[in-house]
């Protein structure tokens, strides 16, 4: 019995070192009513994420057309972190505020659900070009949203 549950045990390491088990993927938000998350911060961390996007635009812009390897490095760098910023923003429209937060109840629902389409649409064009234009208009569908998410204050709150 010991040598068969040794044999089990060292399958079960073998099958996980092969890539044939994976562990569950862990998400950020359980996506169940915890009350723990803040929907004004959210939507500022968006903002952040709209503004790194703009930063990085620029810093693009300014390293265009070098040709050294540190230029190049940095490119590749601004890149991939304007791009990273803006799917932190598709990801937090569509796997929080679409999901928990937009709801078909609400009286102005399709007016919720097309501005915060909007903002997706934004955060995709800002990854796909390196112009101001882009980023500018992924920080101002985001600012729309802030009459649906007001700063929440604990007043009150035991």
Do not use: F
């Amino acid at each position: 019995m010991k040598s068969m549950t040794h044999s089990l045990k060292v399958l079960a390491c073998a099958a996980v070192m092969a890539g044939g088990v994976t562990a569950p993927a862990v998400r950020a938000h359980c996506q169940i009513p915890c009350g723990i998350y803040d929907d004004h911060l959210k939507l500022e961390k968006m903002l952040q994420d709209a503004d790194t996007v703009i930063k990085a635009v620029n810093r693009i812009q300014a390293l265009a057309g070098k040709q050294d390897p540190q230029s190049l490095n940095q490119l590749t760098r601004w890149v991939r972190n304007k791009e990273d910023h803006a799917e932190s923003v598709i990801t937090a429209i569509s796997e929080y505020y679409l999901t928990q937060r937009v709801k078909s109840s609400q009286e102005n629902y399709m007016e919720r659900l097309v501005k915060h389409h909007a903002v997706i649409v934004a955060a995709m064009k800002a990854k796909q070009n390196a112009d101001l234009e882009h980023a500018e208009a992924l920080k101002s569908a985001i600012a729309e949203l802030r009459a649906y998410y007001p700063e929440h204050t604990h007043e009150n709150e035991n």
